[in-house]
């Protein structure tokens, strides 16, 4: 069995069009071809029985033959299959595009904060976890390249919120919704001031993009009584543009350490320590910005930040010292409460002028402010029922 597959409109043969031969009584499936470069196809060793054919070709509408019998004697040549061209309406027509979750450039690596879930309910100290070559300890301290001597910046300016003392609290309250992207600059340049430092990590956040009016609420739960929220609002017209944020978390630290040490050559050579400790801290952070487009030249901004932390703390150290035979000779226990606070604020002003072809000139003054107070209480108990107040502050 033979036949010819030609496209209606031009005339042309059509090759490798998909041909494929259905029994009629039950549009069974026989057997498949593709059609020659002549448009030509051919079945062989097909029983005898009814049958039709079907043309399909991309393009093109599905053509069925007319229904025919195959003999046991005479050949059959279905002749010319016409196919037509098929047309389709679309509505329209979405084209999405998604940025690259990490570039490589020549003197930074830059990190593009995605959609996923840790994107929008984390925070940027989670985030700072999946990015290779830093590291981010139970604690919330950042380290690069196992260093903890590391720069971060934000929007690419020094900032008291990232001093070594509160930027792993910082870190862990500002929600990665709120960023952009992340720049890891392993090797900074001198315009980076980068003396004594293994490398700096540059936060970019997100700037309000649209006209009008825009905020968002979040809020997220874990185990062991944590909690945080973060609200933000922002408003732009043609040339100002508004921002201001709020957060506040809790968390809670649990530290359970047993420590086992022998002294040489002493009377009582065993000394074991056991301390378990829990903390309560909370802490919040206030951020606003105006950015000022005075003329197509000349730009203001004015940003300023607050952070405050209260760190509540309790620590029971059990200390038992026995000699060879295990015989107790002093046994007691120490307990410290902490009170600590911490406030730190900051203001930023920046003005910057464009000039010529490619020219910039800034102004830049910023003011910061950090107060931080410990307050301790020690307490010792022994066996004999003795105890000991110490206060430091």
Known sequence: ?????????????????????????DSMFVAGTVSGTDGRFVFTSVAAGNYYVECRFIGYSVTRSPAFRLGSQKPVDLGTLYMHPSFGHLDGVVVEGRRPAYVQHLDKR?????????????SVSDLMRNIPSVTVDVDGKVSLRGSENVTILLDGKPSTLMSSRTRADVLRQMPAADIERIEVITNPSAAYKPDGVNGIINIVRKTQGKAGLSGGLSANVGTGGRKNATASAGFKTGRLNLFASYGIRRDLYETDIHDRRIRNGNAIPYVMQQTAAVAHPLSNIVRASADWNITRNDRLQLSGGFNSRGFARHDNIYNTETDANHNIGYQGRRCRDDDE?????????????????????????????????????????????????????
């Open 1 to 25: 069995m033979t036949g010819t597959v030609v496209a209606h409109d031009s005339g042309e043969a059509l090759g490798y069009a998909d041909v494929v031969l259905y029994r009629s009584a």
């Open 341 to 393: 606070s911490v406030k730190q604020w900051e203001v930023a002003t920046v003005y910057a002028h464009t000039f010529g072809r490619g020219h910039k000139l800034t102004v830049d003054y910023g003011y910061s402010s950090l107060e931080g107070q410990v307050d301790n209480r020690y307490s010792t108990f022994s066996t004999d029922g003795s105890s000991k107040d110490n206060t430091q502050i």
């Open 110 to 122: 830059v990190f593009n904060v995605g959609t996923d879930l840790m994107s929008s309910s984390g």
